[in-house]
């Protein structure tokens, strides 16, 4: 017949303790319980709920816990004996003992609980516990409960024990890894980062030291005493029961590597402004992935603001300002862009091309002379023998020579004309010819300066 009544709750868990291997680090001595600190959980004329208060010590991120909550017949373990709960407001405190929270209203049967409770322990551990009050810890009026009447109680069981058996504190098995959706990538956090074999609890051993920023990818993970622990997928595979606690993991992202285009990328201001040249237009592309970044097509000759250029793939592709300012990784590929079209300049003709200029001259026709419009050569009169023509300058069109007429938009082949009034007008033509050639050829070498300096003007001209 058990000499104990209450009853075990297991399904509460405060994730608010220092777990068993940091015990050392963080309170600078071993977790080893040697006795239980007895609390109070308040107010007794505030009738505070048992459930109430093991929520409150389950609150996520709390700074205060207790390993055991306790009343008349029933107590709830939050918190695993072989972690530190933090109850006792001192490292001491916190590291060697059990901190067990009882109803404040402290009635025989809360004190039974606690009574049967420290038996329980006692013959778990198989030794003698200290039986401590919160104040002798830290200053607090926690609690004004009887040792003495703990002990008692206790020691009667001890004196009529004949169990060979104490019972036994249900430990819960430790369940297989369960896999992640998807591997996260972990580097440990310490120098000295624990690969905890679980199966060994409550005094865990350690299969593999790792060092402080090692990469682990987690592939699973287990659930266990309040903590998450990560499982490759070696130790996955193998069912292996084996995890880094998630306190000394931290998320861990690689950097991406460098997209092709940013690698490439140059920024060029001095490209300028380009069009779009396919009849068809163009489209905008993500950089990355070359896809088009919307449906959007871009008509031919709308002109972009070029400032860069890349290769992706062995294209290439501009991108611009307006895409740099936005931080967008757009690009328009190369060959769809080029020098925005711009109305030529009206080509200048040719006798213009050639025009030297010989100052304001008048000639003579030495016969019918067919005027030619400088536009196309088409004949737009013919100016009879003898007629008195004002010539501007001198030209060549295609080899032959002619005199643009005032007005510069009518020409006269030089054959026709005569520098003096023709006397004799029957007179034989090709002597005429002769003579008026060899003027034009002077003229030309007199004004040859000149002539240098007008079509230097010209030249200059946009
Ligand atoms: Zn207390």
Redesign the pocket.
């Known amino acids: 017949m058990a000499k104990t009544n209450y009853k075990e709750i297991t399904s509460y868990n405060s994730p608010n303790y220092t777990p068993n291997a940091y015990v050392p680090s963080v309170y600078g001595t071993s977790r080893e319980v040697i006795g239980v600190v007895y ?1 109070w959980w308040g107010d007794p004329w505030s009738h505070p709920l048992f459930f109430n208060i093991i929520r409150w010590l389950c609150r996520p991120n709390g700074n205060s816990s207790a390993h055991v909550v306790g009343e008349l017949n029933r107590i709830a373990w939050i918190v695993d004996a072989i972690h530190a709960a933090w ?1 006792a407001g001192s490292a001491y405190g916190n590291a060697k003992f059990v901190g067990y929270e009882c109803n404040p209203r402290l009635d025989s049967g809360d004190y039974q609980t606690m009574g049967e409770f420290h038996y329980d322990m006692e013959k778990y551990y198989g030794k003698r516990l200290q039986i401590r009050v ?1 104040k002798e810890f830290s200053s ?1 009026s ?2 004004p409960i009887d040792k003495g009447r703990i002990r008692r109680i206790a020691d009667s069981l001890h004196a009529r024990d004949k169990r060979p058996k104490p019972k036994p504190r249900p430990s819960k098995p430790v369940p297989l890894a369960a896999k992640l959706p998807k591997p996260i990538r972990f580097r440990t956090k310490l120098a000295a980062t624990r690969v905890w074999d679980l199966t060994t609890n409550p005094k865990y051993v350690a299969v593999k030291t790792l060092g402080r920023h090692k990469e682990f990818m987690a592939y699973a993970k287990i659930e266990f005493n309040n903590s998450v622990y990560y499982v490759t997928r070696y130790s996955y595979n193998k069912k292996l029961k084996h995890g880094v606690n998630s306190a000394d993991l931290e998320r861990y992202e690689q950097a991406p590597p460098t997209p092709e285009w940013i690698r490439n990328l140059k920024w060029d201001k001095s490209i300028g402004k380009l069009s779009v040249l396919p009849a068809g237009g163009t489209k905008v592309l993500n950089l990355t992935t070359t896809a088009p970044v919307n449906d959007e097509v871009i008509p031919k000759g709308t002109q972009i603001d070029i400032e860069g250029r890349t290769t992706v793939g062995g294209q290439m592709y501009y991108v611009s300002s307006w895409a740099r300012k936005e931080g967008l990784p757009w690009g328009i590929p190369a060959k769809t862009l080029g020098k925005p079209a711009v109305v030529p300049p009206r080509e200048k003709p040719e006798w213009l091309e050639n025009l030297q200029d010989i100052t304001d001259k008048d000639f003579w026709t030495r016969s019918d002379a067919p005027i030619l419009s400088v536009e196309d050569g088409s004949t737009v009169r013919i100016e009879p023998i003898n007629s008195l023509v004002r010539v501007t300058h001198a030209t060549e069109i295609l080899g032959k020579k002619y005199m643009v007429l005032q007005g510069m938009t009518e020409v006269v082949g030089t054959i026709y004309l005569s520098d003096t009034p023709i006397e004799r007008p029957h007179d034989d033509l090709e002597k005429r010819v002769k003579f008026i050639e060899a003027f034009i050829t002077s003229l030309v070498d007199i004004f040859a300066k000149a002539i240098a300096q007008i079509k230097d003007k010209w030249e200059k001209k946009p």
Request: hydrophobic share 0%.
């Open positions: 609390h109850h919160h607090t926690c609690s």
